[in-house]
């Protein structure tokens, strides 16, 4: 009786860190931007937050810039976002954090399922606000301009679409990279990786110029 009592909360428990809820909005009080979010597990009971904003009005197969912001557990070595969804032919964005704990960014690209090269066709401009850290996670809010499109190795432009959902993917590594006071540094294998489908739809942000500049400074 106690056993099943016990196995019972503990379900309860671990089906309450899965189930956090998949596309929610989130209002953030740092930024004021709205952001759609998805919470990533890479261990049992422990999972990365992925959150983008975009502006209103924006026109299907347009490229567009995006606010990206992600809640880290301190225990990451590194973070990757996989713009499309799979490793290889899409913007890559990795994170971590250096010798003095700041956040470094890093653009990349992979031809393959080998290791990304820097890449200059999406560009991040990390904001202060937004970006801070404390005794259990670091986070970080920044600017993409390239994220939503880019040239496939056919020369076709793809894009992600403003409305509705884009499938996105995460990596996460326990280690860092070799040399982390440089974004160019190489970057060790990936243990987990996963997919979800990101609700654009609900990121959009109206006073995007107008907040965007604000955050910039
Ligand atoms: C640093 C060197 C890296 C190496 C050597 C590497 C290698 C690989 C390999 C071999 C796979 C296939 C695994 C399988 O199918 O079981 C894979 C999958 C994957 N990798 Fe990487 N990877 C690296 C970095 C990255 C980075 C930086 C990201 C994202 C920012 C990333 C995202 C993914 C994703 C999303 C998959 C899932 C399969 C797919 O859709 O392509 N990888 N990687
Ligand atoms: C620690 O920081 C993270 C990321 O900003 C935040 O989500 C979390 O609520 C903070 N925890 C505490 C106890 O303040």
Known sequence: MLLTLWFGLLA???????????????????????????YQLYKVDRGITFR??????????????AVVQVVVP??????????????PR??????????????VLSSRWATGHVPPQTYTGAQYTLFKTGTKSNSTHWQFTALCKGCTSWNTDTGATRYLSPR??????????????????????????????????HDFTQATNRDWATVVERLTV
């Open 12 to 38: 309860g428990l671990l089906s309450s860190f899965v189930s956090a809820e998949a596309n929610a909005v989130y209002q953030d009080p740092d930024t004021g931007l709205v952001f759609s979010s998805n």
């Open 52 to 65: 983008i904003a975009i502006p209103t009005d924006v026109q299907s197969y347009t490229s567009y810039d």
């Open 164 to 197: 509705g959902g884009n499938r996105l993917a995460f990596a996460y590594s326990p280690n860092k990279p070799s040399n982390v006071n440089s974004a160019t540094s190489t970057i060790p294998i990936h243990d987990v990786f996963g997919y979800w489908q």
């Open 74 to 87: 301190n225990d990451v070595g590194w973070a990757g976002i996989a713009w499309a969804g799979s490793m």
């Open 90 to 103: 899409n913007p890559l964005l990795v994170a971590w954090r250096n010798s003095q704990n700041q956040v």
